[in-house]
């Protein structure tokens, strides 16, 4: 058996293997590599978002929230007292430190880091377990695998992916 394996993306019209063709080979596409491309496709820029937003929440973080920005001028007893109405002496603002502003660039900039190598890891390892799992039952049945297959493995991959993170992000909420 020859095994031509087409350059990525090769995603072909498939009724072209519906009409006869005489005297063509089966082109047998090499799965965990195309699986791979794709999912890094699909799955860096979701993480690259989400990693993004982090850094930015990070790096420059919303101002704080007074009690009389709200629009509350009255007291009102559901809400907290400020320390105006309380007669407390007012909260002292944290002096400027020096290397406050780079510390947390450092930070942001490493949860950015770490939100792009986790989706790299998270591709390289759902590519391998899939590709080879798939790999393995063509190769059992003795089929070959149109290049349409590891493009949709992969799409089902980030999207259980987002099934998978989603109960977690309501319990933060």
Known sequence: MLRNTPPWPSLYNPGLEILHIDHRNATQADIF??????????????????GSYAFW???????????????HTTRDTSYPLSPVQSGAPPRLLKPHKEKERRSRLAFALLVLLTFLILSVAGAVVGSAVLGFTVTGLYKAANFNMSTWIPFLLAVIQVLVGLLSIWPSIIDII
């Open 57 to 71: 929440n990070l790096n420059f973080p919303p101002a704080p929230r007074s009690y009389h920005a709200v629009g």
């Open 33 to 50: 590599r195309f699986t791979l491309f794709w999912t890094l496709l699909f799955y860096t820029p979701i993480f690259l978002v989400c």
